[in-house]
Structures are given as C-alpha cells and as structure tokens.
C-alpha cells in the first residue's frame, strides 16, 4: 500500500483539534468517528462530484443535501437542518461531518454549535476557500436580513481534514477567487510567505500538486497561530479581517450574486492598501504588489462605478468589526505587518471608495 504524504497541524485552543493536510486524505474521517454515528451535510454541488465517498462514510439516509449557493445560508435551510437531526435521532455522541466549501462548513458548524448545546463535529473542507480560511478557528455563521454572517457562535471542531484531491474538480473562478485570501496571509504577518506567492504563482495558477500543498500547509499554519492568540476575537484575530469590512459590503450590495466572496475580498485588499497609503503607513510600491499580485490571478481590483458609495458605508457602519459605533479598519504598515484602527474619518473612506472605483 502506498504511503500517504500529509502534514498534521496542531490548534491549540480552548478546544485543541488537528488540520491534517495532504492528498486522498479523506479516508481519515475514520480515524476521528470510528464506531460513531455520523450524518453528512453537504450541498447539491459537492455531492454531484462526491456522493461515492459520502456514501462510503455513512449511509445514505444519513446525508442532508441542500441547494448549493450562498442564498441557502440561512435560518430557513438552519430550520431544515434541525429537522433532519431530529428524524436521524442524532444524539451528543453523534458526528456531524461537513463535506464542502465555506456555505457548508458555516451551516454545518452553527447547527452542531447549537443542536442539544453542542454536538462532535468534522470539517472536510472541498474548496481552496474552505481550506485555508473559513474551516479554520471556529467561527460559524448564517446570514440574516441582509447582512452576511451576522449570527453564529464560535464553535471548533474535532478535526479538518483538507484533502486537496477534492480541488481537481473545483471550478477555475472558485480556485482564484480563494487566492486573496491567501494572499491575505502574507499581507498581515508574513512577507516571506508573500514573496514565496509571487515566485510560485505560475505554479499555483496551473494547481502544481507540491506548490499547492505548500500553499493550504502555509496558510493554514499562518491562520491557526492568530487564532491560537485570540480565539473569540478579542484583538489580534481581527487582522485576519483585512480587506473584510468593503468585502462584505460589496456582496450585500450585490445580492451575494455579482461577485464570489474572494473576488469581493480581492477588491476590499487593495482598498485597505491604498487608505495605507493615504495615511502614509505604507507606500505605493506596497499598493502596486498587491494589485499585481491579485491582478494575475485574474481578480478584480477597483470597484464597479455602479455601486453607491453611500450605500456601502452605511452597510459598513452594520460590521460586526465596529465598536460603539466606530468604524474599525484593518491596514498595512508593509507587507508582512498590519494594524487596526479605528480613527478614519468618513471623508477619507469616500474619497477612497472614489479612487477605487474603475
């Protein structure tokens, strides 16, 4: 039998668990619910590609498949939700598996978060996105009356399993749109790992098996030693907010639907960048390397001339971020280091939002 390469990250928080990362991995789910129950929840995509492996994890009546797309992360699919663990009879001693991308893993989370106060919990992310970011550090979420992730809890599972070999099937736009997160990594804390970005980027545009494995094992290393810090948020693990506050903005704007959540992410880097600028904590050869960097994946980075800058900062006044009213941004002094502030004038923010725009 051949040996199966993967690294095994340690979290060490409230809850400690392990990211395991490697190829054809996901066989390990059997290593962390052996002899437990386990219902699957997933969505109608991911289970079109992988309903063989699902099945092979759990039976068939313990899948809870749900239409694939932002729109159903809601308290009307959570609702859903809750009556398929009821008629399944799970108990606290069952494992709730979620098979798929950020939608899923958010879902699935909240519901085990809350479902008989808490139940076991598996994360088998199937999206770069997933990967590197929203699997990572217990953050679980719903969105509610326009607001994206807007209620939800912390929750932390028993264990991640990134099998990369679920990426060959992820379509091209998804796997681009995940590059500004992790991008992200290198902006905030780690100028060596955004250098390793440009070099490799060839390599990580075409999916190289070892560049990309480099890729999810850095990014997962860099998120989990800020949530080892600051678990609940309370401080540092704000920063992983950069670029977050106009993203998220930009997607209720839109509906969830004109652009994908890194896509959105993409453009609320560069405006986080350019207010760097402006305030003179940064310079504009900082500006230009993210935008060259986000540019070559094919990501947006100005703002549609559409979009109503007064709408956006009136949604942006809703972010969680915000403390006693006060708009919190996240900036960068240079790559690798970053701050949050919460002095910005609203003067500076629509001037900039002008700038940005195309």
């Known amino acids: ?47 079109g590609f992988y309903k063989d492996i699902m099945h092979d994890i759990a039976d068939k009546e313990d899948l809870f498949v749900f239409e694939a797309g932002e729109e159903s992360k809601n308290y009307k699919t959570l609702h ?37 106060r808490g139940v076991h919990l598996i994360h088998m992310p199937t999206s770069l996105l997933a990967m590197v970011d929203s699997s990572i550090g217990g953050k679980t979420a719903i969105n509610y009356g326009g607001f994206k992730n807007i209620i939800g809890s912390f929750y932390q599972p028993e264990v991640v399993i990134s099998d990369i070999s679920f990426l060959n099937t992820l379509p091209e ?25 440009v070099e490799k980027r060839e390599d990580l545009k075409k999916r190289v098996p070892s560049v990309l494995k480099q890729v999810v094992t850095k990014s997962t290393e860099n998120k989990v030693k ?70 070559f994946f094919s990501l947006p980075i100005v703002l549609d001339k559409t979009l109503s800058k007064d709408e956006l900062f009136k949604i942006m006044m809703q972010d969680k971020k915000n403390k006693e009213g006060i708009l919190r941004f996240v900036l960068t002094k240079g790559i690798g280091e970053s701050i949050i502030t919460g002095d910005l004038h609203k003067s500076e923010i629509m001037d900039s939002i002008d700038a940005l725009k195309g």
């Open 1 to 47: 039998m051949q040996k199966i390469d993967y690294e095994q990250i340690e979290v060490r928080t409230q809850t400690s668990y392990k990211i395991v990362v490697g190829f054809g991995i996901w066989r390990f789910v059997n290593n962390y619910a052996k002899n437990r129950r386990r219902l699957i929840i997933t969505d109608s995509n991911v289970y």
């Open 80 to 116: 859903t939700v809750y009556d398929f663990l009821i008629k399944r009879k799970a108990d606290r001693y069952t494992h709730i598996i979620a098979v798929g991308g950020g939608v899923v893993g958010d879902l699935a989370a909240f519901a085990a978060s809350t479902y008989m």
């Open 173 to 197: 736009r998804e796997f681009l749109s995940a590059v500004s997160e992790i991008v992200k990594y290198g902006i905030i804390q780690d100028e060596v790992f955004f250098n390793f970005l």
């Open 226 to 295: 800020i949530v080892e810090n600051d678990e609940k948020e309370k401080g540092r693990r704000a920063l992983l907010n950069f670029g977050h506050t106009l993203a998220h903005a930009i997607e209720s704007a839109t509906g969830y639907s004109r652009y994908l959540h890194g896509e959105a992410v993409s453009i609320g880097e560069v405006f986080a960048a350019l207010l760097s600028v402006r305030r003179n904590l940064t310079t504009y050869d900082t500006l230009n390397s993210i935008r060259t960097l986000l540019e």
